[in-house]
């Protein structure tokens, strides 16, 4: 396998409010097409930091190749923008694999093949018992990431935790791509998802739950909202869905029963069940 990540940034120039111009770093997206034996399966847009492990998560959130043993080498080349994958068996029937194709909400257009929804009822995770302090301990963790983001903006980050601890954190252009790099990771090193947590910074769609949930991961937390598609899919896989979550401040769609809470919290003016109306503001 190479290792050929490259810098998630480079400078450029600008001109701020004050007519001064300003060398800044911005967020690098560059165009990553994973070939399979030979066969063009994909074409990523990426920051290129982890091209090799999100070769490897793609082709595994999608259901594309079932075990890690089957895949024999992943080598990128950038000059001509491409992950070339080669599995031992050498298959040939890539186009039939593959299926009818469903373009996602997620940033720059994610993927699932259509099959992968046909097999979400064989998904089902085990709880795991996060108190409310424990929510509050891990924020407290992910403050100090998020580096690509603090220069450059314009990047998603996702976190695979455990307890208070982050494991890892990566940053990418789509918070797909950032998902699947952390699935690389963990099939490459047999990571269990059992224990563990997921954070995103984007927003909770059907997509999101879909890969945690075929990570065996329990609890999904992101600082943005949530879609209906996302929580329908977080109660039928039994994933624990925090969204909103930022500060002392979360919203859990699914599985409060896990979130016991045991922090006191100043009194707060009571706003539950405020309806809106269409065409009414708040």
Known sequence: M???GLAATSPARAVDEYGNVREMPIADERALTIYVDSYEIVTLMTLGTHPELLALGYL????LVDDIGEIKSVQVDWEVNAAAVTTFAGRADWKERLGPRIVTTGCGQGTVFGGILEDLGQ???VPIILPQSRVYALLKSLNEYNEVYRSAGAVHGCALC???RVLLFIEDVGRHNAVDVIAGRMWLDEISGADKIFYTTGRLTSEMVIKVGQMG??????RSGVTQMGLKIARDLGVTLLS???????????GAEHIPRDVAL???ADVANVVVRAGETR
């Not at 991961?217 to 992101?222: A, G, K, Q, T």
């Not at 909103?244 to 699914?254: A, D, E, I, P, T």
């Open 123 to 125: 998904i089902r995770v």
């Open 2 to 4: 190479t290792q050929a």
């Open 244 to 254: 909103r979550v930022q500060g002392k401040h979360f919203l859990v769609y699914n």
């Open 162 to 164: 455990e307890g208070d």
């Open 266 to 268: 100043p009194p707060k």
């Open 217 to 222: 991961i329990p609890v999904l937390m992101s």
């Open 60 to 63: 595994r959130n999608q259901g």
